[in-house]
C-alpha cells in the first residue's frame, strides 16, 4: 500500500451460511480508494454495495482476502483493535442518522470521544458543528432538528476524531432533493478544501455524479467505473446493469 491510498481492498470475499445455502455477496473484490478522494458506489439490488462498504469500514469481517485502511492491516486485528481503530480513524454516516434522541447536538458529536475515554473539548465540538453550518443548533436535541440538520449532525459526530475515511451508507436517502444537495455539497468541499477521502454508496445517480469516481458493482464483483461523469451518463449506466439477464 502506497501513501497516496487510504483503502486498498485486496481479492476480498464475503459469504454467508455453508454448502448449498451460502450466498456469496462479494467475491474477490480488488479496489484502491486514493487519499483525498471522492468514490461513489452504485449497482443493483444486491450486488454487494453495503457489505463492500462495512468490510472496508471494519465493520464486517471478509470471509477472504485483505483490507488495508491507512496502512493498517484489518483482517488481522482483535476485536479489542479494530473497534479502537474505527472509533479513531473512520468515520460512517447512515441513511437513518442513528442519533440519541435525549442528546444535544453538542452532547451527540461528542459521543466517540466520550465512548473512546476521551474528554472532547468544547472548542472541537464547535468547530466541527461549524464546518457543518449549524453551530448555532448545539443545544438542539434531534427532535428539534430538521431531518438535514440531523444528518450534518450525524456527520459532524463522524469528523470529531478526524478520520483516515468517512463512509457514507446512503447519506442523503432520507433527505428531499434540496437538502440532499446542501449533504452532498459539504461531502464534495470536505474532499477539496480538506483532502478528507470519502466512500459513499449510493442509488442516486446525481448524488453518484458528485463524486470523483463511480464504481458499479454487479453480483459482488467490480464492474467498472465512471470518472466524472455527470448524471445523465450515471443514470445511463446503471439502466443497462439493472438491463442484465440474472
Known amino acids: 500500500m502506497t501513501s497516496d491510498e487510504a483503502i486498498r481492498l485486496h481479492a476480498v470475499s464475503r459469504r454467508y451460511g455453508a454448502g448449498d445455502s451460502a450466498v456469496t455477496a462479494l467475491d474477490e473484490v480488488s479496489l484502491v480508494f486514493p487519499r483525498g478522494s471522492f468514490t461513489a458506489v452504485m449497482g443493483p439490488s444486491g450486488s454487494g ?34 473497534t479502537l481503530l474505527r472509533r479513531e480513524r473512520i468515520g460512517f454516516v447512515f441513511q437513518s442518522y442513528n442519533l440519541l434522541p435525549s442528546l444535544t447536538a453538542a452532547q451527540n458529536v461528542a459521543l466517540p470521544l466520550r465512548l473512546a475515554g476521551r474528554r472532547p473539548s468544547r472548542s472541537r465540538v464547535r468547530e466541527v458543528l461549524d464546518r457543518v453550518g449549524l453551530a448555532d443548533r448545539a443545544r438542539h436535541r434531534p427532535a428539534e432538528l430538521s431531518g438535514g440538520q440531523q444528518q450534518r449532525v450525524a456527520l459532524a459526530r463522524a469528523l470529531i476524531t478526524r478520520p483516515d475515511v468517512l463512509f457514507g451508507d446512503e447519506p442523503t436517502g432520507a433527505l428531499d432533493t434540496r437538502t440532499g444537495r446542501e449533504v452532498l455539497a459539504l461531502l464534495r468541499g470536505m474532499v477539496d478544501r480538506e483532502g478528507q477521502t ?39 449506466r446503471m439502466t443497462r446493469l439493472e438491463a442484465l439477464p440474472c
Open 49 to 82: 454495495k453495503s457489505t463492500l462498504l462495512q468490510c472496508a469500514a471494519g465493520l464486517d469481517r471478509p470471509t477472504s482476502g485483505s483490507v488495508v485502511v491507512g496502512g493498517t492491516e484489518l483482517t488481522g486485528l482483535s476485536e479489542r483493535r479494530l
Open 198 to 236: 470519502v466512500v459513499m454508496v449510493t442509488h442516486d445517480p446525481v448524488a453518484a455524479s458528485c463524486a470523483d469516481r463511480v464504481v458499479f458493482l454487479v453480483d459482488g464483483r467490480p464492474d467498472g467505473e465512471l470518472t466524472g461523469a455527470d448524471a445523465d451518463a450515471v443514470a445511463a
